[in-house]
């Protein structure tokens, strides 16, 4: 199958992959401070696992962003 | 290393003085480990103290800086009153190791860069270009 990942296009060799699946893939390694849109719809943090891709699906993923003074 | 345009340097310490007292913060984008585009974000704590980026934003621009062809190289935030080294919360939050954090003083004007890598902080080289 084939994703469009943060913009860039990416085969996989798998024919059926949930989110939780492509952050491993994709050596994710704070999945938990990670939000993922799957065709520019956010996809609960609850949902990685059930949430399924299809072929060309437009998926983005980004880390929280923070921080402090102290 | 990280390479950045002198006038993005002073836009993002104009950044740090117009949102004073809070804690401005926002993405760098470019290829080849120099900056081309830089992105002020909304400061979601809207705190003196911390900041967060909105979600949604940060979604709106990687794909702003992904149509011009460039990728998120650094996310820049400002301590208003303290130096330019990541505090004790910027490591702990610092999730993304391959990310730059870059981080300006208001107060010195001092404009570091750094990577995060696992509770590590790893001081950056960075270029100010004229």
Known sequence: ?70 | MIIINRKIIEEILTHGLNELPIEACGYLAGKNNRVYKYFPMKNIDNSKDHFSLDPQEQFEVLRQAGTSGFHLLAIYHTHPETPARPSEEDINLAYDSEISYVIASVQTHDVKSYKIQEGKVIPEKLIIED
């Open chain 1, 1 to 70: 199958m084939k994703l469009l990942i943060n913009g860039k296009t990416e085969p996989l060799k798998q024919t059926c992959i949930s989110v939780s699946e492509l952050l491993q893939v994709k050596n994710v390694e704070h999945p938990e401070a990670v939000s993922v849109q799957v065709n520019k719809e956010f996809v609960s943090r609850t949902d990685f696992d059930s949430t399924l891709l299809n072929d060309n699906d437009e998926v983005d993923f980004l880390y929280f962003m923070g921080g402090g003074t102290y």
